[in-house]
């Protein structure tokens, strides 16, 4: 480790001179620069100003107007031709490329070897970048070995990404793609759907996968339900139901059950053994040779059970990392439960903010992994307050919505404001727009925009918080807001709340100060639309300047709830409800399924 500071102050691996001998080039050969620009992007220069003039080289092309002239004075009208060095630095880059043309008979060769030479060393700059990264990583005292490997993981991946690619083919590689894809169109429309349906992971039971189509990749999908409604149970059935129709690999966080408890409902549920037989070790001959069946064929079957108790969301992120790299036919993930899920981030935040932090990383985490995760959790007491007992998405923990009649301006391809009308009454329909226009992230300095959003409306009881005149909101009672350092539900607020605004105050850089603000009045004003809007990677929004969160609804893709109309206590066999609350892929709806008490099967029931 001696030898690391020693190096440190070494000048960064670049080549200025390929630089400038680049440049040159199509200053003087500005027909050539198409072929530049899909192989050069501007970070892979090293000095700033060969940055600034591969910069406006670009956006002159994007004119058709790239010759020397127009490229002066534009610099010239905006004051950067200064600063680049002046007309001096343009003839003598120009000056630099003709000394090495001359001595090249092949121009073209030539360039592409220049390119290889700035390709390199910017790779190689890269790797010294996040190596160092990395390197601080490891110096960051109590910081888990767990976040250490999912941080230097991200910079790898960064890296990877950023590295340029080969993109050169032989003809003998061009020529056979060439004729499968002409064979392919022969059988296009025979095999694209039977393609695509063996793509699709499906969970086995008829009406849920006409509603979702399949377990999307990528997804969060929450499985809710009060204590023993068999959440954990429909789980490993649609676990078991995959394993039989493919060889795809399931991944079990168990953080309530061991993985003994797990291994005895999957056996109970292929062979159609009582459980409790099961665990008690009673079993007669032909049950006995049935479990020995089962057994063989759950053994071929890719499997994987953790039952390690008390673990971080920094644990399954870097073990999720992990098996999927060692094993790729891993395309489940299941988590029983979420409340169980420890954040280990700074004691300064409620279990709540904590439950938000963990779907957002779960998110993530299936986006990043191109797979479905199932995540079983428990809902709130409300539901035992009501007469209807039929859960709802407001009972969904950290669940909230926003009143339909507040402004946020999404920008259509007309440039006009959404209008969220014509709902239709108790029902959830969807809204997708082109960019979300004051969407920001908190304690960054550029507002971000996002493409191909959705919005959920549905009909919700609202309040008003108001701080001013100007800002005040409308949203449902459990949806959070920040409040100095913390997020508190909107239930809990009191008059004189303190309340966290964000002003914009420069509007060259964007950026954002927070300020401290009082509430005035808190009412409640009606049961009316309101919507569900999600913001991707980041766990809170501003909506008429004040600062709210993202919550769990939001987080996830599919939310599906376990109800029983009647608690028929002592049959064998129940008719549970299944309610589809939230479909980010489509339609939502509701279907019954028989459930096995003494096996835990699941099975579709005879309408279907």
């Not at 680049?84 to 030539?110: H, R, V």
């Not at 039952?307 to 988590?335: F, Q, R």
Request: proline share 2%; net charge positive; glycine share 2%.
């Amino acid at each position: 480790m001696k030898n690391f500071y020693k190096y440190t102050n070494l000048l960064l691996p670049q080549n200025y001179l390929a630089e400038e001998i680049l440049l040159g080039i199509i200053f003087i050969h500005p027909h050539i620069f198409y072929r530049i620009t899909s192989v050069i992007k501007t970070e892979y220069f090293y000095l700033e100003s060969h940055k600034i003039i591969y910069t406006y080289l670009l956006i002159i092309n994007q004119k058709n107007q790239l010759n020397i002239t127009e490229f002066l004075y534009t610099l010239a009208d905006i004051n950067i031709l200064y600063y680049i060095g002046g007309i001096t630095k343009i003839l003598d880059l120009m000056k630099q490329s003709q000394i090495f043309i001359i001595a090249s008979l092949n121009i073209n060769i030539y360039i592409k070897e220049i390119i290889k030479l700035i390709q390199y060393n910017y790779t190689k700059r890269l790797m010294i970048q996040y190596g160092y990264n990395i390197i601080k990583l490891a110096y960051i005292p109590k910081l888990s070995h767990h976040k250490i490997y999912n941080k230097a993981s991200y910079y790898l991946n960064i890296a990877e990404n950023k590295i340029p690619q080969n993109k050169i083919k032989t003809f003998q590689e061009l020529i056979s793609q060439f004729l499968l894809n002409i064979k392919s169109i022969d059988n296009k429309y025979q095999t694209n759907f039977q393609y695509q349906n063996n793509q699709l992971l499906k969970s086995g039971f008829l009406e849920l996968d006409k509603l979702i189509l399949g377990l999307p990749k990528g997804d969060l999908i929450i499985i809710a339900g009060r204590p023993s409604m068999g959440k954990t149970s429909l789980a490993i059935n649609i676990a078991y139901n995959i394993l039989q129709s493919k060889q795809d690999g399931i991944y079990i966080f168990s953080l309530e059950m061991s993985n003994k408890q797990i291994l005895n409902k999957f056996i109970s549920i292929a062979s159609n053994i009582p459980l409790k037989y099961i665990i008690i070790n009673s079993l007669n001959l032909r049950q006995w040779n049935n479990l020995i069946k089962t057994c063989y064929n759950l053994i071929n079957k890719q499997i994987y059970l953790d039952d390690s108790p008390n673990i971080s969301i920094d644990y399954i992120e870097y073990t999720s990392k992990l098996i999927k790299k060692n094993n790729n036919n891993i395309n489940l993930i299941i988590i029983d439960y979420l409340q169980l899920i420890q954040a280990n981030i700074s004691n300064k935040i409620n279990r709540t903010q904590e439950l938000s932090y963990i779907t957002r990383k779960l998110k993530l985490l299936a986006q990043y992994l191109h797979l479905p995760i199932i995540v079983l959790s428990q809902l709130n007491r409300n539901i035992e307050t009501r007469t209807n007992k039929q859960p709802i998405l407001s009972d969904l923990k950290e669940s909230g919505c926003i009143e339909f009649s507040i402004k946020i301006n999404l920008i259509t391809n007309i440039n006009n404001k959404i209008k969220l009308n014509n709902l239709i009454y108790n029902s959830i329909v969807t809204k997708k727009i082109k960019k979300i226009y004051n969407i920001a992230c908190l304690y960054e300095y550029n507002f971000k925009t996002f493409k191909s959003q959705k919005i959920y409306l549905s009909t919700k009881y609202n309040f008003l918080c108001k701080i001013d005149k100007r800002n005040q909101i409308l949203i449902t009672h459990n949806h959070k807001y920040i409040s100095n350092h913390t997020w508190k539900q909107n239930y809990l607020l009191l008059d004189n709340s303190c309340l966290n605004k964000n002003i914009l105050i420069n509007t060259s850089y964007r950026y954002n100060l927070i300020y401290r603000y009082y509430t005035q009045i808190i009412k409640f004003t009606n049961y009316n639309k309101s919507f569900d809007l999600n913001t991707q990677n980041y766990f809170h929004f501003i909506c008429n300047n004040i600062i709210l969160h993202n919550s769990i609804e939001q987080d996830s893709d599919i939310i599906m709830m376990i109800y029983e109309k009647d608690n028929n206590y002592y049959n064998k066999k129940k008719v549970l409800d299944i309610t589809l609350c939230k479909n980010r892929n489509g339609k939502i709806g509701s279907f019954k399924l028989v459930f096995s008490t003494e096996t835990t099967l699941f099975e579709n029931t005879n309408d279907n």
